[in-house]
């Protein structure tokens, strides 16, 4: 079952433009969403997140807009550059997690990739 | 940023031996992670760690996987006997509190001949 689906697998956008970045959840219970960046090679890395009492959370070229009714988000990064070219993924967890802990279910990642 | 180190970077094994995969994380976190990603998939949660305990398990963290933090050194994890399944990259990662940032390391590559 996946918990944590994320559309399109791969998107190509030219430099300048906006890229979106789609994301649904099924567990009411997540109420932390967070946006992880990987390179080639690399760990994945904290990009920006949200939690459900917010619908808007924006970090520089960074924005994601969040739909709790819906169980839907999206993370959109505005005048893309070559350097975004990378997998992003959505997570969410739910607190009260086993001793407070955070488990992290991931998407499937969407592989963005941004032409010059 | 707060870095994870793992070791080694990439670990070629036999089918049916043993591997350790070493996880060095932030000094001050309590939470502690791994992680399975195959090739372009996603990333699929194994295991929490928190006070010397497992917390929390998924269906892939299989009986031949364990985990410890030996007085507060690598967090481990082991693979007894390893699997044609389990090549794949293993992501460690710590948090400072349960519902806190990950960071994550850089992987391992594991593959098993």
């Known amino acids: 079952q996946q918990q944590v689906r994320q559309s399109p697998q791969s998107l190509t956008v030219w430099e300048g433009e906006t890229a979106i970045l789609n994301c649904s959840y099924e567990?009411?219970?997540?109420?932390?969403f967070p946006w992880y960046q990987q390179f080639p090679g690399e760990g994945p890395a904290l990009l920006i997140a949200i939690r459900s009492v917010s619908d808007k959370k924006e970090d520089g070229r960074f924005t994601i807009f969040f739909n709790k009714r819906e169980k839907k988000l999206s993370l959109h990064i505005t005048d893309s550059q070559p350097g975004d070219s990378a997998t992003y993924f959505c997570?969410?967890?739910?607190?009260?997690?086993?001793?407070?802990?955070?488990?992290?279910?991931f998407g499937e990642g969407t592989k963005l990739t941004v032409s010059s | 940023g707060p870095k994870v180190l793992q070791i080694p970077s990439h670990q070629i094994i036999d089918m049916g031996q043993m591997v350790t995969l070493n996880c060095d994380p932030v000094?001050?976190?309590?939470?502690f992670y791994w992680y399975k990603q195959i090739l372009g998939q996603q990333m699929e949660f194994l295991v929490n760690?928190?006070?010397?305990?497992?917390?929390?398990k998924s269906k892939l963290f299989k009986d031949q996987f364990s985990v410890e933090r030996p007085d507060g050194s690598y967090f481990t994890l082991k693979i007894q006997p390893t699997a044609l399944e389990d090549s794949a990259v293993y992501f460690c990662?710590?948090?400072?509190?349960?519902?806190?940032?990950?960071?994550f390391g850089a992987g391992t590559r594991l593959s098993v001949l």
């Open positions: 000094s001050n976190h309590l939470y």
């Open positions: 760690f928190y006070n010397g305990k497992v917390m929390e």
């Open positions: 567990n009411s219970a997540f109420d932390y």
């Open positions: 997570a969410a967890s739910a607190k009260g997690g086993q001793g407070g802990s955070a488990k992290l279910i």
């Open positions: 990662a710590s948090s400072f509190l349960g519902g806190d940032t990950l960071y």
